[in-house]
């Protein structure tokens, strides 16, 4: 019997590093399946209205979603094998502010003490709105739009100038940090009005939370200037201490067979 | 018939319908598909050799995405009684797109209970408490010496730096007996072995009578991942 367990950290390695595929043009090998969730109900719906409801089941009773900028969670019942939770997404939720001075250290994977992060981190201190100018420097950086890098750190990344939402997160996160900005790293999906050829379905997405101006707020690079809030749905926090710490592997592992409807 | 006579033909019963289970660690090299969501997306080689009276114990996967080319190779090598030397985890990217590649490594090595990680040049130190191991045979080891016995379950902390550097984690293996399981569209008559970290949901391996892994299934979000041997 060989790594079985080896085999799943790899495989969460990999869709670590490659989480979204939001801006995946080419067909991969890996089926598409593999990047979406579909949306039951009147999934259109959604990208007319600010704030949605959604009824989300998944394969583990005890597991629960995390609390987040855009979603709150209103219900939460269980039976012997599944999960069912009511959620609303959408602007107006008040995140309890907690300890934000915890998102302002360095991880291996945010060097916010590497020369080039802090020289860049440096030119957005003076800005009237420094989450909105790093998510756009950062969007504009990161030319090569592209998927499949395993997890790697902020200083590289803002070397390679590639990657996707993965790259973009960690990169934003770490020049929030060096510019004194507590940030950090969200992961769950996105609703895509199109991908891969199919509408309406939800991808995996990474984004990032920051505390500005004495309150949380949201940043998502891939999108500086297009982001509705109601359209996330938060899985897990990323601490980017690890590839994969245990808390985000617990939620990838008991997040399965799920369902998402949205309720009218 | 009395009842004390019963019991041993009873047990021997059991025992001839049970089948063969693996004696010892087998080494060697196998070939398997990864399958996601039914369909191949990539592959993965894995081997068990002795090299300078050392057990070493090789993972590698290969994963396509787009014009991106992932291999990750996990090297394990330990003492024959599965104390920690060496931890090696090796991931190249190929982009056909624009011919770049780039490596990305870890190493840990282990003295005793300290040990020192070098993550793609930056080096780290940790003591870790208590006795551990690292991903290697361990685990078919004390499943061996149990006879693969349904119901035994084996507990040990592992330190795994892609999920902490610093500190170990429980995994916990258990015999779940003999199943029947379809590989390369054969139902074959395996050995399910269940393994999970922690609290967290297990991953089922099926291995065959000499203790060769046959399949893997990992459940994570709405994606089934396969692993089928090939050769």
Known sequence: MQSGRGLLLLLLTFFTGGFCSCRQEKAAVMPVSAFIIELKGNSGMVFTEKTTLFSMTYSDPEFILPAALNQKVSGHTSDRLTSTVKLRTGPGVTLKKGNPAKFLGPTPYLDIENPMIKEKAARFRKSTDPVRDISRFVYGHITDKKTGIPMISASVILENRSGDCTEHSILTTALLRAAGIPARCVVGVILAEEFAGRQNVFVYHMWVEAYYGGKWVFADSTRPDDIHLNRYIAFAYHSLETEVPLDYMAALTSLTDMTITRIP | ?231
């Open chain 2, 1 to 231: 018939m009395e009842l004390r006579r019963i019991i041993p033909v009873i047990l021997l019963l059991s025992f001839l319908s049970c089948g063969k289970v693996p004696q010892s660690l087998t080494n060697g090299e196998w070939q398997y598909d990864l399958i996601v969501n039914g369909v191949r997306a990539g592959s993965a080689v894995i081997s068990n050799c002795e090299k300078d009276g050392l057990l070493v114990s090789r993972t590698e996967m290969f994963i396509s995405l787009g014009t991106m080319k992932n291999t990750t190779t996990q090297t394990v090598t330990e003492t024959k009684e599965f104390r920690p030397v060496r931890l090696e985890v090796v991931s190249t990217l190929e982009d056909s797109s624009s011919g770049s590649r780039q490596v990305i490594s870890r190493i840990a090595e282990f003295n005793g209970n300290n040990v020192t990680l070098d993550s793609d040049g930056k080096k780290a130190r940790y003591t870790l408490t208590g006795p551990f191991i690292i991903d290697g045979n361990f685990f078919t080891d004390s499943l061996v010496k149990g006879r693969f016995r349904e119901g035994m379950e084996i507990r040990a902390k592992l330190y795994e730096p892609t999920v902490t550097a610093d500190k170990t984690i429980l995994v916990i293996v258990n015999a779940a007996g003999r199943e029947n399981v379809t590989v390369r569209g054969k139902e074959l008559k395996l050995i399910h072995v269940r393994q999970r970290v922690e609290k967290l949901k297990s991953v089922d391996i099926y291995l065959d009578d000499t203790g060769v892994t046959e399949k893997m299934v990992i459940k994570m979000l709405n994606n089934i991942f396969e692993m089928e041997r090939i050769d």
